[in-house]
């Protein structure tokens, strides 16, 4: 199914109550293929509701007030797509996770002063609070991601609702997502302080890309980076039980398939070693090469009609204006974007066998495109070759590795 309407379900839900009654069933929590994990770090993380309570209990002892809403956004397992930042964004196959990140709040009538308190996944307990004008919502490097995180979505809120001014408002946010392990650890963040903003003041973006593209605006403003994958985002916003998206970045369509309840995908984080003895140049020169080479590629891409009348050949023709390494990985987005067609096929027809040698497949594609060193890929292959019932697995993330298996 194609689908650019607004009718999605999503995975934020809201709720406004008094503030003596809190509401306990305002949650439907995301849950998530698999339902057990193997790494113990994550298996152990809290649900949604002990999420709440906790965030609740914290708000109270923060404010001495009761939150009167509250919105939650899971996280992201990118099974094919994300095998490397330097691609443009083009096809992915992704599900929602049960780790999610949760924020409770309560709109301060007549002030302007926004108070943030945070209990993220390192336990670790921050604060910040500041005035709700322009000058204080400019993000610097210095500061930690979330408060950018934050800052990015209030700017991406008033500037997309053209709100001159927003209330002020306490919150508390919780989260059970790791941070930089490739889970959509910001980009769930970014959806929930979104629908915490539409819940403070009354008002919903009802068509979900157009909830999907402010909401990436957000977390640019809070990276300043290029380097942010809609796909990510959307599935924050859009994510359910038993469902796995394949979204084309390039059209914003969004084929939806329902997930095999007999068939489960675990998720395993692979601690990898972040060698950047190979790397040449200073992160900034790396980073604006990379991003040259994401708009060469988006180039090549967008007008390949145009390659492929040429008489030359399309691969011929495209060499000569542009670099051998671009016309690679275009070639590679391309193969990558069908075989991501050909899983989603197979999950539909419930063809878990061909759905594995394609997840193999992904596997080699993108242990070539991350560059693993030959014993680490080794390392995660005899972790899962010899288990009995495994169909497939793929490495989806650099340095610490997400690794999915069908069984």
Not at 4 to 17: I, L, P
Not at 202 to 216: D, R, S, Y
Not at 349 to 367: K, M, Q, T, V
């Amino acid at each position: 199914m194609n689908d650019k309407s607004g009718d999605a379900r999503t995975a934020c839900t809201t709720a406004s109550v008094p503030d003596d009654q809190f509401s306990r069933d305002c949650h439907e929590p995301v849950k998530t293929r698999p339902n057990e994990y193997p790494s113990k770090s994550v298996s152990s993380s809290p649900s949604v509701d002990e999420l709440r309570r906790l965030a609740e209990q914290e708000f109270v002892g923060c404010y001495g007030l009761f939150p009167t809403c509250a919105v939650f956004a899971p996280g992201c397992l990118t099974v094919a797509g994300n095998e490397s930042a330097d691609l443009a964004e083009t096809r992915s196959l992704s599900m929602a996770v049960q780790l999610v990140t949760l924020v409770v709040g309560k709109r301060s009538h007549g002030s302007k002063l926004c108070q943030v308190k945070t209990l993220l996944d390192s336990g670790e307990r921050e604060s910040c609070e500041f005035r709700l004008n322009d000058a204080n919502l400019c993000t610097s490097t210095g500061e930690a991601s979330w408060i950018r995180c934050l800052k990015g979505a209030i700017r991406s809120f008033k500037e997309w609702r053209r709100a001159q001014v927003l209330p002020g408002f306490k919150v508390v946010i919780v989260s059970s997502l790791p941070a930089k392990l490739g889970l959509g650890s910001d980009s769930a963040l970014v959806v929930a302080l979104y629908a915490l903003l539409e819940a403070i003041t009354g008002t919903c973006t009802g068509n979900v890309m157009e909830k999907m593209l402010v909401c990436q605006l957000a977390q640019r403003l809070a990276t300043n980076s290029c380097k942010v994958r809609a796909s990510d985002i959307l599935v924050s916003i859009i994510g359910a039980e038993g469902r796995i998206f394949a979204f084309d970045a390039q059209t914003l369509d969004v084929d939806r398939a329902n997930w095999n309840d007999d068939t489960d995908v675990q998720l395993v984080l692979v601690e990898l070693n972040d060698d950047d003895t190979e790397r040449e140049g200073s992160s900034a020169q790396r980073d604006e090469s990379s991003k040259a080479r994401c708009e060469q590629v988006a180039t090549a891409m967008n007008t390949m009609s145009r390659w492929r009348a040429h008489p030359a050949g399309a691969w011929s023709s495209m060499g000569l204006s542009f670099p051998r390494e671009t016309t690679e990985m275009v070639n590679d987005a391309i193969v990558r974007d069908a075989r991501i067609g050909n899983m989603t096929n197979a999950i539909r027809r419930e063809r878990w066998e061909e759905f594995g040698e394609l997840l193999r497949e992904n596997h080699r594609f993108a242990c070539k495109r991350l560059n693993f060193s030959p014993d680490d890929i080794k390392r995660i292959e005899n972790m899962f070759e010899p288990t009995e019932g495994v169909l497939g697995f793929s490495v989806v993330n650099c340095g610490t590795s997400v690794v999915t298996l069908v069984i």
